[in-house]
């Protein structure tokens, strides 16, 4: 019986465990949830850049993992509002009239 190769390690999976560290990480030290959503924007770009020259495959490797970065910056503008609510308006008291000048 032949003994068959091991699987590549997808090179997927050790990003999303950075990812998943730097949510932590992030949510612990309170850095700026749109971190990720700018490197997502970035990414298009370049993705966008890399498609119009005729590579396709990297483009779209870029595309998935720039839709986990949008995935994960939006779970932290999730947190951080949960963590950090917005207070609640509240309807302002009617001006009561002052003392009438005579």
């Known amino acids: 019986m032949a003994r068959a190769d091991p699987p590549m390690l997808d090179p997927l999976y050790p990003f999303l465990l950075l990812l998943l560290a730097y949510m932590v990480y992030s949510q ?7 971190y990720p959503i700018a490197a997502a924007l970035v990414l298009l770009v370049v ?9 396709t495959g990297p483009a779209n490797t870029l595309a998935t993992y720039l839709f986990f970065l949008l995935a994960a910056g ?4 999730l947190a951080d509002h949960l963590r950090h609510p917005e207070p609640e308006a509240t309807p302002e008291a009617p001006a009561t009239p002052g ?3 005579q």
Request: proline fraction near 4%.
């Open 47 to 55: 993705a966008a850049v890399l498609d119009a020259g005729g590579e």
């Open 99 to 101: 003392p009438k000048a």
């Open 28 to 34: 612990w030290v309170g850095l700026d949830s749109r």
């Open 74 to 77: 939006v779970v932290l503008l």
